[in-house]
C-alpha cells in the first residue's frame, strides 16, 4: 500500500497525498468557502503558516 503524506504547504493547505498522487487540499485556514477543502481562500486572507510533512506508512 502506498504511504498516505499531510504535506503543509507554506501559507497554505493541507494536501493529502497517496503515493506521488494529491488526493485533496484541506483548509487550514479557516477562510475557505469549500470547507473541509481548501477554496483558495487563504490568498485574500494572507493566510501565515508554516510548511512541514507528516508521513504515515503502513
Ligand atoms: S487553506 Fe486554502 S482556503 Fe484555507
Redesign the pocket.
Known amino acids: 500500500m502506498d504511504k498516505v503524506e499531510f504535506e503543509f504547504v507554506k501559507d497554505?493547505?493541507i494536501l493529502v497525498k497517496r503515493g506521488e498522487k494529491v488526493e485533496f487540499?484541506l483548509?487550514?485556514?479557516?477562510?475557505?468557502t469549500k470547507k473541509p477543502f481548501?477554496?483558495?481562500?487563504?490568498i485574500a486572507a494572507k493566510?501565515n503558516a508554516e510548511a512541514s510533512k507528516l508521513e504515515i506508512k503502513e
Open positions: 497554505g493547505p487540499a483548509c487550514r485556514c479557516g477562510h475557505s481548501c477554496s483558495g481562500a487563504h493566510f
